[in-house]
């Protein structure tokens, strides 16, 4: 499965390469991006490219697809957004983000979960999309609320990240409901 080009008004979404991985470790080093990941800030060129080895992976398993965040006069990789754990029986998978702490509060998280949620009602046909958040993690709350995600509750210790157990709420948007949103 190759993965699509989106286009924005301001953004360009498309795969990540091995040539982007000086930019990608700007902000996956980052212990102020990272904080609500549940990984470690990357200290390495190597771990980006597990971290592209990974986004291979997802999609050639079909359980998933991330695309690198452009901006269109820059060129330049700033973050990623993407599917995990994409459910093909039950029509649904998993939502998520992260972007260069200069290009927060600007909108650029917002248009580019927008163009990857059409995507995924689009041509992957889901039925739901969900995204798990940190309690912590208003800023990513918010930018969901904003998206018309509903909370569904709050899964206790769900996830073993950087030796902890995390609270993670979950949050989900059906198709219907994204229908209805693009309809106003």
Request: proline share 2%; hydrophobic share 35%.
């Amino acid at each position: 499965m190759n993965i699509p080009t989106l286009d924005t008004k301001r953004l360009i979404l498309r795969e990540s390469k091995e040539s982007d991985t000086v930019h990608m470790l700007r902000y996956l080093s980052d212990p102020v991006v990272m904080k609500h990941m549940g990984l470690e800030p990357f200290q390495t060129i190597d771990d980006v490219k597990s971290e592209l080895s990974w986004y291979r992976n997802i999609v050639n398993e079909g359980t998933g697809m991330r695309w690198g965040i452009t901006l269109k006069e820059e060129g330049v990789i700033i973050g990623s957004c993407g599917f995990l754990d994409y459910e093909s029986s039950h029509e649904r998978a998993s939502v998520g983000y992260e972007l260069h702490q200069e290009y927060w509060r600007q909108g650029i998280a917002a248009e580019a979960m927008k163009a990857v949620i059409e995507y995924g009602f689009l041509n992957w046909k889901l039925h739901r999309i969900q995204a798990l958040i940190e309690p912590e993690n208003i800023s990513s709350q918010k930018l969901v609320e904003k998206l018309g995600f509903h909370q569904e509750g709050l899964l206790r210790e769900y996830e073993r990240t950087c030796g902890k157990f995390d609270d993670l709420y979950m949050y989900s948007l059906l198709k219907r409901e994204w229908k209805e949103r693009r309809a106003d």
